[in-house]
């Protein structure tokens, strides 16, 4: 895990800008872009001419776009500068309160969204569950339960990817990984959409219906940590949380929050790179060729799968002094959004960056689990399942077609579909 490093010594030059100068239409937190996806060549240029700007009066106020992979790391690796707390907005592009009538207001607490150091005592609790052992122990439970779904999908027939697939086997690893009644799984799914949904956290008319889910998802697990409470240590999520100092005492909305955070964190992202890897092949036929004669092939595909959706499109950091960015003067309290989406597009780092190329050599420099001190905690599990399903997938010689445009969701921040025709054949 990275710690803060120091100063840039060099100032880059090419990224400095006149922001007076920012065409408007580099506005990327409006949703329209990616539903329709046109994002490509706004991004593009931005890297192109002015890779850190400044955006003024946008729909979620002002924010700074970073848009390359070396200056997000440095971001990402200066906690102490650029806060995730959700004391000074989060860790996404909207304010989530503002809107908000004063009595619905409330804001989960979760990890992703504190600083050091209560920051580092949750993540301690949770990361044992995601060690390269655990995930040993997950191989076969997760493999069988995806062989399963394979074979029962439809042959010869038109199918929703999105929901019989990517959603399915997303929501099976959570229900395996919390050890959740299993015929009550798809529970998980409909919570973290509620939770997720960051448009709709902004709109005050959902927002009782929100926290009604919320609140339902919390009695549930409430009744869970209760039968388990006087149990033995058991190395499913809850139990760990059960057995931790950090975590056993935690008040209703720190328990709640930290839920939405595991629920929210493994599955909208693993799901829509499930869904990336059925899209993103259908357009490289030849990648997808390679690959089928090269099962070898498979992890660093799964890399470059990850890196080519970029399921979460930005995080966001506020930052709580002045600083100075590469020659941009950060002024405390400024809005920083680091978009993982145009860095894994960096031309620097990846060459043909939108294209997939399943032997990339340098795949894994990826950004999509993020960088430093809060990289993402479930990266081994969402590698491993989207790992299986392909092998799973090789084994049976199935090829996924798409037969249609998918449905995207319209969003800045969670970046996939919502749905999509395909049809599976043999070679
Ligand atoms: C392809 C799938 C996934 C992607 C792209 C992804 C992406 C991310 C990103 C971008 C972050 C924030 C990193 C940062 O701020 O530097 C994050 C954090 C996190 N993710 Fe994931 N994630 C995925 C799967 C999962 C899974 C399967 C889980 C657990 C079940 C999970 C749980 C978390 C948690 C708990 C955090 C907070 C870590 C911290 O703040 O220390 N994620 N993820």
Redesign the pocket.
Known sequence: MATAAAEPEETVESIVTDVSETPHDWDVSKADIYVEDRWQPIFREMRETAPINKITGSGFGDYWNVTTLKPIQHV?ALPDIYS?SFEYGG?TIGDELDDIPEEFRFQLPM??AMDRPK?TEQ?RT?APAFTPAEMKRLDDDIRQRTAEILDELPRGETFDWVDKVSIELTTQ??AI?FDFPWEDRRKLTLWSDWAGDVELANDPAMVEERIKHLYEMAAYFKELWNQRLDGPEAPDLLSRMIHSEAMRDMDDFEFMGNLV??IV??ND??RN?MSGYAYGLEQFPDQRAKLEQDPELIPNAVQEI?RWQT??AH?RRTALSDHNLFGHEIKQGDKVIMW?LSANRDESVFERPDEIIVDRENARRQL????????????R??ELQ?RILLEEMAKRRLRVNVTGEPERVRACFVHGYRSMDVELSEY
């Open positions: 990402e995730s860790i990890f992703i920051h993540r949770v690893m959570l990984l955070l595991l964190g493994g992202t693993t790179t990850i399921p979460l995080m993982y999509s689990f993020g960088y430093g001190i809060h990289r993402c905690v479930g990266a599990l969402a989207i």
